[in-house]
């Protein structure tokens, strides 16, 4: 069973405002998902469709097997989410805080008292379990807000923008913990963010949101393809021969395209994978000393912004 | 009513009662009402100097055998409970503002109805919350108000004065269904209100009618007896079941969330 389906799914506002259109796109079991987008491209929105606080204008959703849009409790009770609108009470202690939702939640009270005193230890907040929320600071209550979304158990995680105003020692800690989650514990995560490093560091699969538009979805490397043709491969070697110690100079042996990006250090456009060993054998045979080869993989950013380039190319 | 909803109702009885600028406030004017005001007029009517205009006005009425006591019980049974009954109105307007429009000020709503309920049993926790410790406040400001005013009047007079049927109308009947009209109100105004302040100006209206009724009472235009208090309960009452109905169908994702 897939964790959560999307067909066709579309919000309008009153008032004519399109804040998701016609998207569809499906999560499996146990993935990280990253969906994109800068702000107001509709993640949130999808987020409130997917967990039934908002209904709608066309299409359907499930998750895992439920429907949000007419069982919306009991897609709260496979689900966690964490949102920035969505606070806790100040009034409570940390610890009084999680026991409530676990009551909530319906989990026995030996129960909710073990895990909240748990997850309280594992995002580093137990110093702080007695202490009232309106002491917390912005990062301390991004972390209790997701010990509250783990609290029972969900089989998948909705979060938006999680490590906003985390330090990044906090933000690292909660990045280990989602992967964690997903690795050891089959906990499905759509996570929405704007932030792409942080997605690149975790997400399995991304999902690129742009006006409510899906405009690409599918692993680091499937996207890099849709925009990127051929690969990179940096070379760090001494006594690179022939025409190869000028910068963008073009190996009349083997065809291969370089730039100098250092003191030996060397950029190859080559165009698959198959191509190093021959780039390699090359290299040596004209004398030169190989310490290095690898591949450089685009990063999310650089393949984001080419597609969205592509996008607005397309829609023009 | 499952283990959920009543951790909701706890916690929105914690959410008053934890909150000291708010438990003052709803505690001033009960206390004021049940024992400030009731000593003041029994020790005034105890010691006033002389009782001659009041003596004059005694005379057009059927012939009384003790004034000092028909003054006390016309104090007791006929003024006290209609000013009794701003007590429940209040209370459940400042609790079902901190309940409802309060939760979504703080951001708190959201995360509420993220939980495993339907929106039907959060109403109904919430609702019940709001209700049962207006009731509360109200039930222990009557003990506390006939317990001061038993022991004042033994204490000056010697005896003691029973209350009347009225009351009993006023604490389960009357009470509690305009308890549950201060709530819908405030309910039916929180999808629209953003501050707590903001939503307790819809309960104003609510005492607008029982000022009417003081008035009513001191000018002579109508007698508050159990009659006409069975009457108000019953519209009341009345009155309930069709707002609450309107305010369930209210509490709804998007109008909460907007």
Known sequence: MQAVTIEKLSKIYPGGKKAVENLSLSLQKGEVFGFLGPNGAGKTTTIKMLTGTLMPSGGACTVLGLNPASEPEKVHAVCGVVTEHAQMYDNLTGLQNLFFYGEAFGMPKDEYEKRARKLLEELELSEAAQRKLSAYSTGMRQRLSLARALMHRPGILFLDEPTSGLDPESAQNVNRMIQSLARDEGITVFLCT??????????????????????????????????????????????????????????????????????????????QEEEIPKLVRALVDGGGNIYQVAVKTKSLEEIYFALTEKGREVSA | M????????????????????????????????????????????HFAPGKTDLDQLLKLLPEVSDVEHTLYGLFLNYIMPIFFLLI???????????????????????????????????????????????????????????????????????????????????????????????????????????????SQQSAVFLVLPIILLIVGQFTGVMLVNAWLLLGIGAVSVALDFVLLGRAAKRFDYELLLK
């Open chain 2, 2 to 45: 499952n283990r959920a909803m009543l951790a909701i109702m706890k916690k929105d009885f914690y959410g008053v009662t934890g909150n000291k600028r708010l438990f003052t406030t709803m505690l001033i004017v009960p206390l004021v009402l049940t024992l400030v005001l009731p000593t003041i007029f029994i020790l005034g009517i």
């Open chain 1, 194 to 271: 704007h932030q792409l490093r942080y997605a690149e560091g975790i997400c399995s699969r991304f999902g690129l949101l742009e006006h409510g538009r899906l405009i690409a979805d599918g692993t680091l490397e499937a996207l890099g393809r849709q925009v990127f043709s051929g690969l990179t491969v940096c070379v760090r070697g001494t006594n690179i021969s022939g025409g190869m110690s000028q910068p963008e100079k073009r190996d009349a042996v083997c065809g291969f395209t370089y730039r100098k990006t250092g003191p030996d250090q060397f950029e190859f456009s080559i165009g």
């Open chain 2, 88 to 198: 429940p109105v209040m209370t459940s307007s400042i609790t079902a503002a901190s309940s409802f429009v309060g939760e979504k000020e703080k951001r708190t709503l959201e995360t509420l109805l993220y939980c495993p309920l339907t929106l039907r049993q959060i109403f109904i926790a919430k609702v019940f919350a709001s209700f049962s410790l207006s009731m509360l406040v109200s039930f222990l400001s009557f003990l506390g108000m006939a317990a001061v005013l038993e022991i004042e009047l033994v204490c000056l007079t010697g005896s003691i004065l029973l209350p009347s049927i009225s009351w009993v109308l006023i604490l389960f009947l009357v009470g509690p269904s305009i308890s549950l009209i201060a709530v819908t109100l405030i309910v039916r105004g929180s999808a629209k209100a953003q501050t707590v302040e903001e």
